[in-house]
C-alpha cells in the first residue's frame, strides 16, 4: 500500500474536501494536507505515551508469536513453504505510533523553512496564503532530494487508519487509530485484543493474503511457494469467494452483492485477524498471569457477558456502522455487517462460546479457514 502521498494527490484531496464540506476548509484539512509532519509532532507529543507504545508493542509480538503458532499447526503447508512463512513473519517490521524522525525539530525546520514568514500565528491564514502554497510546491522537489528518508516515513499519525506495504514487510499503525476506544491502557485487555488486536491481526494476516502471499520476507515479489501450496491456497480462498459472494444489501432501493474476489484478500485478513487477536489475548495471560488478573476485569453493567464473549462484542464493536454507502460497490473491503458476520461465523471458538445451534446462521456447517 502506498503511504507516501505526492503534492498531487495532496491538492486532489484538498479539493474533495473542499466539495465535500460544500466549500469549506477546515483548518486541520488545510494542515494536514501540506504540513502533515508538523502536525504530526505535535500529535505525538501530546497523546501517544511511551506507556501506550510499550503496552501496544507487547500486544503486536503476542499477535506475532500467535501467527508462528498457527503457522507451525498448519497441516496442508509443505515444510519449506511453512520455514519461510515464519521467516517472512520474523522479519516484519511494524511501526507503532510514530517514528523517532518525527519528533525532530531540525528535520521539520528543514522541511517547512521555504514558507514565508507571515505576521499572523494562525494556521489557516498561513495555509490559505498563495504565495506560502506556491513556495512549497516549487521547493518541495528540492526536499526531497535532499531528505528522503526523512519523507520516506511520512505517513499521517492522525489518521485513524492501519497499513501494510507488501513491498516493504512493513505494518504501520498511526497513533491516531491507537487511540480509546481502539485501544486505551485503563481499559481491559479483552477489550483491546478484540478491537485494535484484530486489526493487529488484520494487517499481519495480509502479508499471506491473496496479494501479500506473492512477496518474500525482504518485500520482493516472488513465489516461495510451493505448487501443491498454492493451490491448495487456491481452493481454500473459494470457500470465501463463494461465502461472501451470497452476502447481499441494499442500496438506494437496489440489491447488490458483496463481490467475494475483490473483498477476497479484506475477507481473510478479517478472519486471520480475528483468530490471531483471541489467541493473542490468552498467550498474554499464559505469559503473565499476575499481570492478566488485573487487566482482564469485567466492566460494570457487562457481568452478564464472559470475557470471551466480550472480546468478540468489542471486536464487532469496531465496525459497527449505519447500512451502506455507494462505496460498497466498488470497496476491496465488504460492508460492516459481513465483516464482522462472515469472520465470526467461520469460528467454531466463537460458536462454542456464545452456544450457537448447529446449523444457524453463526453456526453453519461450512465454515472457510485458511490461516
Not at 480475528?274 to 466492566?299: G, H, Q, T, V
Not at 462454542?352 to 453463526?362: A, L, T, V
Amino acid at each position: 500500500m502506498k503511504i507516501k502521498k505526492s503534492i498531487e494527490e495532496r491538492e486532489n484531496e484538498n479539493t474533495n474536501i473542499f466539495q465535500e464540506n460544500n466549500g469549506n476548509f477546515t483548518c486541520y484539512d488545510l494542515m494536514n494536507n501540506h504540513m502533515s509532519l508538523a502536525l504530526s509532532k505535535y500529535y505525538a507529543e501530546k497523546i501517544f505515551t511511551e506507556n501506550d507504545k510499550s503496552e501496544s508493542m507487547n500486544m503486536m509480538e503476542n499477535i506475532r508469536n500467535a501467527m508462528i503458532y498457527r503457522i507451525k499447526e498448519l497441516e496442508w503447508l509443505d515444510e519449506s513453504t511453512r520455514e519461510y512463512a515464519i521467516k517472512k513473519i520474523l522479519n516484519i517490521k511494524y511501526i507503532l505510533g510514530y517514528t523517532d524522525n518525527i519528533l525532530n525539530t531540525e528535520n521539520l525546520y528543514n522541511k517547512y523553512k521555504f514558507f514565508e514568514p507571515i505576521e499572523n500565528d494562525d494556521p489557516m491564514f498561513l495555509m490559505l496564503s498563495q504565495e506560502n502554497v506556491n513556495n512549497y510546491k516549487i521547493f518541495q522537489n528540492i526536499y526531497n532530494e535532499n531528505y528522503k528518508e526523512i519523507e520516506e516515513q511520512n505517513y499521517e499519525i492522525t489518521d485513524i487508519n492501519a497499513y501494510y506495504s507488501p513491498n516493504e514487510n512493513l505494518m504501520i499503525f498511526p497513533a491516531a487509530i491507537l487511540q480509546s476506544p481502539n485501544f486505551d491502557i485503563n481499559q481491559p485487555d479483552y477489550i483491546s485484543y478484540g478491537n485494535i488486536g484484530s486489526t493487529m491481526g488484520h494487517e499481519l494476516t495480509h502479508a499471506f493474503d491473496d496479494s501479500g502471499k506473492n512477496f518474500d520476507a525482504e518485500g520482493k515479489e516472488f513465489n516461495w511457494w510451493t505448487d501443491n501450496d498454492s493451490e491448495e491456497f487456491e481452493e481454500f480462498s473459494q470457500c470465501f469467494i463463494d461465502q461472501y459472494n451470497s452476502y447481499s444489501f441494499e442500496l438506494k432501493g437496489e440489491k447488490y452483492n458483496v463481490n467475494g474476489k475483490r473483498t477476497l484478500g479484506e475477507n481473510l485478513a478479517d478472519n486471520g485477524g480475528l483468530d490471531r487477536a483471541y489467541e493473542a489475548w490468552k498467550l498474554s495471560i499464559e505469559n503473565n498471569p499476575e499481570k492478566a488478573k488485573e487487566r482482564n476485569k469485567l466492566l460494570p453493567g457487562l457481568s452478564n457477558y464472559t470475557m470471551d464473549q466480550l472480546f468478540y462484542i468489542y471486536f464487532a464493536h469496531y465496525y459497527c456502522n449505519v447500512g451502506v454507502t455507494e462505496s460498497a460497490i466498488r470497496d476491496v473491503h465488504s460492508p460492516g455487517k459481513f465483516r464482522v458476520n462472515g469472520s465470526v461465523s467461520n469460528s467454531e471458538r466463537f460458536a462454542k462460546i456464545f452456544k450457537c445451534p448447529k446449523k444457524s446462521p453463526m453456526n453453519p456447517d461450512i465454515k472457510c479457514v485458511l490461516w
